[in-house]
């Protein structure tokens, strides 16, 4: 549920990501086009103001829609400027494989209730 993205200032023809579409249980890998023409299970936009100062990003997945993933394919639609190539230098994902939940006992992130 983090991405993080450290373009070095004297590559400007790198960026971070701006668009990111995620894709859940997808039997293959997908192409770019496939990507372009398939309904993602969540889109993600990221400006200048999600980036911390060690550039990362907290990302909210919307729980509901990620309860039975088997497999992610995470697709950066579009970088944060001009440049044609983005960079990524670590994406974390946070979860528990096989845990059944309550839906009642369910928080944010960031909640601390």
Do not use: C
């Amino acid at each position: 549920r983090q991405i993080t993205s450290l373009p070095s200032e004297d590559q400007e023809d790198v960026s971070r990501p701006g668009v990111v579409h995620l894709f859940i249980n997808k039997p293959q890998n997908m192409d770019f086009g496939e990507a372009d023409d398939s309904e993602p299970t969540q889109v993600i936009t990221l400006g200048a103001s999600d980036w911390n100062a060690n550039g990362t990003a907290n990302i909210p997945l919307r729980f509901v829609k990620f309860q039975k993933t088997n497999t992610l394919i995470v697709y950066v639609q579009q970088g944060d400027g001009e440049a044609e190539a983005v960079r990524i230098d670590r994406i974390k994902l946070i979860g528990e494989a096989g845990a059944k939940r309550e839906m009642g006992s369910l928080q944010k992130a960031g909640d601390d209730d």
